[in-house]
C-alpha cells in the first residue's frame, strides 16, 4: 500500500529558546554544524543579567573552545588568583592553583560584556537571532514541533525538528515540558550591587559567611580598576520559617560587617541593587521530552553550594548539540534518543551536584545554626594553616573540584583534627581563665535549650528533613557505587 506522508515546511531545523550563556553556545554549536538555527531572545542585546559575574577556569575553557577568549573584553577582565574566606572574627586567604588542563583563572566579566560576546558570536557562526520574541508555548506532534511566540503586540507561530529551553531559571519550556508548579526546594535567591572607587586588591575575591544569611554566602568581587560586585545567595526553604528581607540582609552586612567595609571602604553604590532567583538540580527531574531539551539553568544546572551555573551552562550547551548531531544523522528526536544527553549530565556532573545538593540541605535546619556555623569557623580556620585544604574548599565553590571528591579519609581526618584542635585550645584558654569558664557553660547548655526547644516545636519538618537527607544519601550513594564499579572496570 503506498502511504503518502506530509510534507512539512519547516522554519528552521532547531528553534532555541533564550540567548544567555547556554543559548548563546548551543546555537554557535550547532549553526557550526550547518544546521539552520533561530533564537528567541524576550529582551534586546545587549543585556545584563544579575549575576556574581565570576566566570570560572572550566567555563573560560569552553569560551576558549569557541573563540571568545581572544576578545578585548576578556583581556581587560580580572584575572582571580586569592580567594579569601571570611567568618566571625577569622578569616583565610587561599591561593588558587589552576588544574593542569585549564588554561585560565577565574574571571570577573559583566554578564553586560560576557553573555553579549557569546550571542555575538553565535550570530556571526550563522545563527538567525529575533530579539524581544518570547516563547509563549509549545506543542510537539510525532514529525514536528509547533512554537507559539510573540513580538510586541504580535503572536506566531514557527515549526521546527526540535526545540531548545535555555530559558534560565523560569524557563516555559521546562514549565510545560515537566507541568511543572513553583517548587522551592530548588531555590535560592541571589541579590547584586554594583560598587564603583572601591578599595583593596584586584585579583582577589572574597566570600563572606554569617548567621544572619545561613545557609546562604555573601561576595565581593571585584570588576575593572575600580568597581565591585556585591551581592548575596541565599537558600529559599529553611525551617524554622523566618521571613528574609533579603535586600535588608545585604544593605546591613555591608553597613556593619568590618572585612566588607574594609573593601569598599569610600566606594558608592552604582545603581540599584537587583535580585533574582536560581533555580538548581533536581536529577529525579527530566530535562528531555520528544522533540524537547533543556540546557543551562533551564535543566536547573547550577552548583547549589555556590550559585555558580555559567560554565554548567556552556557545557551542557556543547553537550547537548554532539547529542544532536547524532539525532540529525538518524532524523530521531524521540525522547528515548534524547535521553542519552540526559546520561551524559548524570556521568559528568551527577555525583557531584548530588553531592552537593545534600551538604546544603543538611543547613536547612536553621535549628542547628550553632552547630553549621562552628562547621564553617573550622573549614576556614584550618584553610588558614592548610594552603591545599583551602585549595579544595575553594575548588568546591568554584566548580574545578568536584565536591564529593574532599570525601576522602585524609580531608575528613583534617577537619576532625582541626575541632579537635580548636575545642582543646578553647579548653586551655578557660583553663586560665576559669570565671568565663562558668559564664560559657551557661551558654552553651542554653544553646542546647533552644535547639532542642526549636527542634520539639517543629517535628514535621524535622522529621521531613531527615527523611530529605536520607534520600540525598541515598542518591550519593548509588553514585558512589556507579563511580567505584567505573573505576574497577579501569
Ligand atoms: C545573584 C546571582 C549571582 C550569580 N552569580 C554567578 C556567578 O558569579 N558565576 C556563575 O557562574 N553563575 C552565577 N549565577 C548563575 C548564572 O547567572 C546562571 O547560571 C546563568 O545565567 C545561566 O545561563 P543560561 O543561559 O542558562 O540562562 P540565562 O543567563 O538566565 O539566560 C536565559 C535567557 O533567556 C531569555 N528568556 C527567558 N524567558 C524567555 C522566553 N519565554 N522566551 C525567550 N527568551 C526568554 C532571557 O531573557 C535570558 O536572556 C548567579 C545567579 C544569580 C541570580
Not at 536547612?364 to 562547621?375: D, F, G, I, T
Not at 573540584?401 to 585550645?425: E, H, R, W, Y
Request: hydrophobic fraction near 40%; charged fraction near 25%; glycine fraction near 6%.
Amino acid at each position: 500500500m503506498l502511504t503518502i506522508s506530509e510534507k512539512i515546511h519547516f522554519d528552521c531545523d532547531v528553534l532555541v529558546s533564550g540567548a544567555g550563556p547556554a543559548g548563546s553556545a548551543i546555537a554557535y554549536h550547532l549553526a557550526k554544524m550547518g544546521l539552520r538555527v533561530l533564537v528567541a531572545e524576550s529582551e534586546k542585546f545587549p543585556r545584563d543579567k544579575v549575576c556574581g559575574d565570576a566566570v570560572s577556569p572550566i567555563a573560560i575553557n569552553e569560551l576558549h573552545l569557541m573563540g571568545i577568549t581572544s576578545s578585548a573584553i576578556f583581556k581587560k577582565a580580572n584575572e582571580i588568583t586569592k580567594v579569601g574566606l571570611f567568618v566571625k572574627n577569622d578569616h583565610a586567604i587561599v591561593d588558587l592553583v589552576l588544574p593542569e588542563e585549564l588554561p585560565y583563572h577565574a574571571r570577573i566579566i559583566p554578564r553586560l560584556a560576557l553573555d553579549n560576546s557569546i550571542f555575538e558570536n553565535a550570530k556571526k557562526q550563522g545563527a538567525v537571532v529575533m530579539e524581544q520574541t518570547r516563547v509563549l508555548s509549545y506543542t510537539v506532534f510525532p514529525n514536528k514541533v509547533v512554537t507559539k511566540l510573540q513580538s510586541g503586540q504580535k503572536p506566531f507561530e514557527l515549526v521546527s525538528k526540535i526545540l531548545i529551553g535555555a530559558d534560565g531559571s523560569r524557563s516555559i519550556v521546562r514549565r510545560i515540558l515537566r507541568n511543572e508548579t513553583f517548587d522551592d526546594d530548588f531555590q535560592l535567591i541571589g541579590l547584586r550591587a554594583y560598587y564603583d572607587n572601591v578599595a583593596g586588591p584586584r585579583e582577589r575575591m572574597d566570600v563572606y559567611f554569617t548567621e544572619e544569611n545561613f545557609p546562604g554566602i555573601y561576595w565581593f568581587f571585584p570588576e575593572g580598576e575600580s568597581g565591585a560586585n556585591v551581592g548575596l545567595a541565599t537558600l529559599s526553604k529553611t525551617f524554622p520559617y523566618k521571613q528574609q528581607q533579603v535586600k535588608k540582609l545585604l544593605t546591613d552586612h555591608i553597613a556593619q560587617n568590618k572585612d566588607i567595609r574594609d573593601r569598599i571602604n569610600s566606594g558608592s553604590l552604582r545603581d540599584k541593587i537587583e535580585g533574582w532567583p536560581i533555580t538548581f538540580y533536581d536529577a529525579q527531574k527530566t530535562v528531555t521530552g520528544n522533540r524537547v531539551m533543556l540546557v543551562g539553568e533551564a535543566a536547573g544546572l547550577i552548583n547549589p553550594l555556590s550559585g555558580d551555573g555559567i560554565q554548567y551552562a556552556l557545557l551542557s550547551a556543547r553537550w547537548a548539540s554532539e547529542i544532536l548531531a547524532s539525532c540529525f544523522s538518524d532524523d530521531d528526536f524521540s525522547a528515548e534518543k534524547l535521553y542519552s544527553y540526559k546520561k551524559v549530565l548524570d556521568e559528568q556532573l551527577g555525583y557531584d551536584l548530588a553531592f552537593s545538593n545534600l551538604i546544603v540541605h543538611f543547613p536547612r535546619n536553621k535549628s542547628l545554626l550553632p552547630v553549621w556555623m562552628k562547621a564553617v569557623e573550622t573549614l576556614v580556620a584550618r584553610a588558614k594553616e592548610d594552603q591545599q585544604f583551602g585549595e579544595i574548599i575553594v575548588g568546591i565553590s568554584e566548580g574545578t573540584f568536584p565536591s564529593f571528591k574532599a570525601l576522602t579519609f585524609d580531608f575528613v581526618l583534617k577537619i576532625l583534627l582541626q575541632g579537635g584542635t580548636m575545642g582543646s585550645d578553647y579548653i586551655m584558654e578557660t583553663l586560665k581563665k576559669p570565671s568565663e569558664f562558668r559564664t560559657d557553660g551557661q551558654r552553651f547548655f542554653r544553646t542546647l535549650q533552644k535547639i532542642f526547644s526549636e527542634m520539639t516545636h517543629e517535628p514535621q519538618n524535622n522529621l521531613q528533613w531527615m527523611s530529605q537527607i536520607a534520600k540525598k544519601l541515598y542518591h550519593v550513594s548509588q553514585h558512589a557505587v556507579k563511580a567505584r564499579n567505573v573505576q574497577s572496570d579501569k
